[in-house]
């Protein structure tokens, strides 16, 4: 009987094994197209905030980095959404470029956005606002966050504006022949390494006193010390007896570079806290302060702009007037601002007028609180105020109402300004807000228990009007 053949399989499966081996290898060293990248059906790409919160100063340029999981596949444009802000934030005020959205290119992982912050030289409190990028591309979303339930949004960042740290420079009144003491003044310590200014000064233009009335040259720079909140200029000024002339002056500009500091100004009606004033009196004029080659004016006693042109009161207080000026413009305290805004609010409790609009009169409850203290200078302020408020038993009450009730740091609440409005009209006084009426004695009372000492004088005064 004859065998059937036998297949002899092995070897042509070997063959057949080594045959595609080299074929895909050959197909694996072809490189794909460069748009040809593979993904699944349903790939899923993320995006977040590179950090979630960062801080500028005022007049500064803050970044806030981004990034996609992927730099093919098209561009990404971010939407950006400005919420949660703090009291007192403008995005228009306090933002000198707020941009509306963000875009990430098709062939990069990360951009950066710019967001200048405004300088607005004001004393404010530190602020802030955030940032919340979305987009509506559905290929994307935020990264997710993890677990932890304090961990922070990927898709929003918290951008905040830290109060500045301010300086003030003093101006300086002298005859011919002394020094004038141009004091710079700081709101906290001046950092390590010193905090420096560059000085300009306008010598030699016009209405301004010349660089030959001075005995030395003016610096151009001049630095706070580490650690320190105060630098002083002494400043020699020329004394050219026989040769008479008109009142003249010169200022001072200070600026710095330093990030973080700006000059305190609360009140642009009195100008800029960076600039001083030199004024160099003439001996034949008796006046406190003047306005550039103005002499005394016209006897009028009137306030030019920013400086005070004072004539020697008249009147039962006439005396006590002249010395509260002294008192004020003491070269030992003169730079401090609580020191004369005392002063200047006792001045506006006995009827004269100030360059500083924000004040409001002193009581004669305020001045006698100094006396208690020991502070024998304001017995007799107290007793001259208490003596006019006989008078007009509210009018330094309803005066100092209108401050509180004014007071920038609240004033923005309408809650806040309806309680002094009420105030006021139960003390006779109109209002805006035909709405409101008048606080009753048991009202106010209760803001004095609940620990609010400016009401207590309020609570007493209406106490005594509903007393009849």
């Not at 740290?165 to 390494?193: H, S």
């Not at 207080?317 to 004369?340: E, F, M, P, S």
Request: charged share 20%; with cysteine.
């Amino acid at each position: 009987m004859r065998r059937a053949p036998v297949r002899r399989r092995g070897r042509r499966s070997l063959a057949a094994a080594f045959v595609a081996l080299v074929l895909g290898a050959v197909l694996a060293a072809v490189p794909p197209p460069a748009s040809a990248h593979w993904e699944a059906p349903y790939d899923h790409q993320h995006f977040g905030v590179m950090s979630t919160a960062v801080l500028g100063y005022e007049g500064t340029t803050v970044q806030v980095k981004l990034r996609k999981s992927i730099n093919y596949g098209g561009a990404l444009t971010l939407n950006i959404g400005y919420s949660n802000a703090s009291a007192g934030f403008s995005k228009t005020a306090d933002l000198t470029s707020a941009p509306s959205s963000v875009t990430i290119p098709s062939s990069q992982h990360e951009a950066t956005l710019s967001i200048q912050i405004a300088a607005d030289s004001l004393q404010e409190a530190d602020e802030s606002v955030v940032l919340t990028f979305t987009t509506s591309n559905t290929r994307y979303s935020p990264v997710p966050q993890n677990s932890d339930p304090n961990a922070r949004a990927t898709n929003k960042v918290l951008l905040t504006i830290p109060a500045n740290k301010y300086f003030r420079v003093g101006n300086a009144a002298v005859y011919e022949g002394q020094r004038a003491v141009v004091d710079v003044w700081l709101t906290a310590n001046a950092p390590t390494g010193g905090l420096a200014f560059s000085v300009a000064n306008n010598l030699g233009t016009t209405g301004a006193a010349t660089a030959d009335d001075l005995d030395a040259i003016l610096p151009t720079s001049v630095t706070v010390p580490a650690g320190q909140r105060r630098v002083s200029l002494s400043i020699p000024i020329k004394q050219d007896a026989g040769n008479s002339e008109a009142f003249e002056s010169f200022t001072l500009t200070f600026s710095t570079t330093v990030a973080g500091w700006a000059p305190f100004n609360n009140n642009d009606s009195i100008g800029d806290y960076n600039t001083a004033t030199v004024s160099i009196w003439s001996d034949e004029i008796e006046c406190l302060e003047f306005p550039s080659n103005s002499g005394c004016g016209d006897g009028s006693g009137a306030t030019e702009g920013a400086i005070e042109i004072v004539r020697r009161p008249t009147g039962e207080n006439a005396d006590l007037i002249w010395q509260i000026y002294d008192w004020r413009d003491d070269l030992c305290c003169v730079h401090i601002k609580a020191h004369t805004d005392r002063w200047n609010r006792a001045l506006l409790g006995l009827g004269q007028a100030v360059s500083d609009s924000t004040l409001t009169p002193m009581t004669a409850a305020e001045a006698q609180a100094f006396a208690d203290r020991g502070w024998t200078r304001w017995t007799a302020v107290a007793a001259a105020l208490e003596k006019l408020e006989s008078a007009n038993s509210h009018a330094a009450l309803i005066a100092q109402i209108h401050g509180w009730r004014d007071d920038p740091r609240w004033s923005w609440q309408a809650a806040h300004v309806a309680r002094w409005d009420r105030a006021l009209l139960a003390l006779g006084e109109t209002v805006s807000d035909t709405t409101l009426t008048p606080m009753t004695a048991a009202e106010a009372q209760a803001f004095v228990d609940n620990g609010w000492t400016r009401w207590t004088d309020v609570a007493a005064a209406l106490k005594a009007i509903e007393a009849g």
